[in-house]
């Protein structure tokens, strides 16, 4: 798993001084880049020098409790599926000051080139990262899987 804490800014919340539930994926794109950063070159160096994208092709959330301005999100994110060319991330978003459970979002993205935009095998140490923070209730039951 891989934290990452973030600070609700004035631009993040709406008219009920809460997070406007839209900006979670960002949240969640924030904290994959802080996921992919032990890459060499990090996340930027992945997309902008090896011309390897995740995009999403799918996203999950449910939404538990609000965040208010002047709060901070822990995020936690952890990986739930590994595919040939495909994984699944998870990101959990508690409240700092008290833990509290605000958000879970699932994001299943694919590896591709992004030069020819087709999808591509895992380069290896993308699968070595993601396979260091797979969910150990989740080993065994994606280990035969294939996306």
Sequence with gaps: MVSLERPIKFEDVD??????????LNYAHEAME???APLEGGYAGLILERRIGLPAVRVEADYAAPVRYGQALRIETSVVHIGRRSATLRY???????????AELRHTAVTTDLVQLVSVPMPEDVRALLSAHLELDQAPSSAGRRA
């Design 15 to 24: 008219a009920a001084n809460i997070v406007f539930f839209a900006r979670f």
């Design 34 to 36: 802080r996921f992919f």
């Design 92 to 102: 959990r978003m508690h409240r700092a000051h008290d833990g509290v459970l605000s």
